[in-house]
T-cell receptor
Framework: DTEVTQTPKHLVMGMTNKKSLKCEQH?????MYWYKQKAKKPPELMFV???????INESVPSRFSPECPNSSLLNLHLHALQPEDSALYLC??????????????FGPGTRLTVL | QKEVEQDPGPLSVPEGAIVSLNCTYS??????FMWYRQYSRKGPELLMY????GNKEDGRFTAQVDKSSKYISLFIRDSQPSDSATYLC????????????FGQGTTLQVKP
């Protein structure tokens, strides 16, 4: 089973709201990722977790706060977002972060609209 | 110069045609190559994952890697309307960061 699940599918929030995106995988993968994708653009890496520890933060604004409660779950906490943060947020996982095991499987994404 | 170049298209072909999608890259450190298919408003789906130069086949899909030319291709045989999607190449090297470098994606339309 190569499935990564994400909830919710759609989210509309105001600039003062606090919300969270959730991602789950049961493939035993030890690396998990958050990406942001704007229309007609490729995914942009935001965060990488390896063995539940944050290993890469691609200079993402602090209004995005990742959390990895355990090896199967990844959250992205959102606070005080801007309209330009509206995008498709994708979660991915891979067996390991290292190159030979970095076959990344993506979830369906959460489509976020910030009003 | 971008690390990975991919023609965004759109590419329009008749049903049954052979489709060739390509990416070129500049950094010889890239060692692992992936092709993803992404339908509109959905997450990318991994189609092919290759390491060495040469061909890898999976059903109607063939991935080709030429490291000497820094050129990778995805061929789709007997294309179907259901193949209409955006195809993204993704590369990574030996840095062990987990970071993929994506091409811009090629939009493919297969007409019945």
């Amino acid at each position: 089973d190569t499935e990564v699940t994400q909830t919710p599918k759609h989210l509309v929030m105001g600039m003062t709201n606090k919300k969270s995106l959730k991602c789950e995988q049961h493939m035993g993968h030890r690396a998990m990722y958050w990406y942001k994708q704007k229309a007609k653009k490729p995914p942009e890496l935001m965060f990488v977790y390896s063995y539940e520890k944050l290993s890469i933060n691609e200079s993402v604004p602090s209004r995005f706060s990742p959390e990895c409660p355990n090896s199967s779950l990844l959250n992205l906490h959102l606070h005080a977002l801007q309209p330009e943060d509206s995008a498709l947020y994708l979660c991915a996982s891979s067996q390991e972060r290292e190159s030979a095991y970095n076959e990344q499987f993506f979830g369906p994404g959460t489509r976020l609209t910030v009003l | 110069q971008k690390e990975v170049e991919q023609d965004p298209g759109p590419l329009s072909v008749p049903e049954g045609a052979i489709v060739s999608l390509n990416c070129t890259y500049s950094n010889s450190a890239f060692q692992y190559f992936m092709w993803y298919r992404q339908y509109s408003r959905k997450g990318p789906e991994l189609l092919m994952y290759t390491y060495s130069s040469g061909n890898k086949e999976d059903g109607r899909f063939t991935a080709q890697v030429d490291k000497s030319s820094k050129y990778i291709s995805l061929f789709i045989r007997d294309s179907q309307p259901s193949d209409s999607a955006t195809y993204l190449c993704a590369l990574h090297g030996s840095s062990n960061t987990g970071k993929l470098i994506f091409g811009q994606g090629t939009t493919l339309q297969v007409k019945p």
